[in-house]
């Protein structure tokens, strides 16, 4: 059993700054990536931002420059600096990750999200 635990998301004014932070835990022989999706009303889980094994990363367009993704591979955790954050940001947050098990299983495993609210 694999869980992914998020933290970090709450209520900020536009500019200001919010970090998540996503730590899985369980039965993980090792992970390929994980990344952040955030979910607007009405629409579909869109990639924030991801981060693969070897530090690649990769960004929406819409927060380059403002949003950073770094891992840390020992403690199997990833996390989100979002700064200069405008209303528009305004989403239902998730943590992401494929994780292979013990049973060379790679699955596709979700957080139970997180929710950030940017005030104008």
């Known amino acids: 059993q694999v869980q992914l635990q998020e933290s970090g998301g709450g209520l900020v004014q536009a500019g200001g700054s919010l970090r998540l932070s996503c730590a899985a835990s369980?039965?993980?022989?090792?992970?390929?990536?994980m990344g952040w999706y955030r979910q607007f009303p009405g629409k579909q889980r869109e990639l924030v931002a991801d981060?693969?094994?070897?530090?690649?990363?990769n960004y929406a367009d819409s927060v380059k420059g403002r949003f950073t993704i770094s891992r840390e591979g020992a403690k199997n955790t990833v996390s989100l600096q979002m700064n200069s954050l405008k209303p528009e940001d305004t989403a239902l947050y998730y943590c992401?990750?494929?994780?292979?098990?013990?049973?060379?299983?790679?699955?596709?495993?979700w957080g139970q999200g997180t929710q950030v609210t940017v005030s104008s």
């Open positions: 992401n990750a494929h994780i292979w098990t013990p049973a060379m299983l790679r699955n596709n495993y």
């Open positions: 981060i693969i094994s070897g530090g690649s990363t």
């Open positions: 369980g039965s993980i022989l090792s992970i390929n990536d």
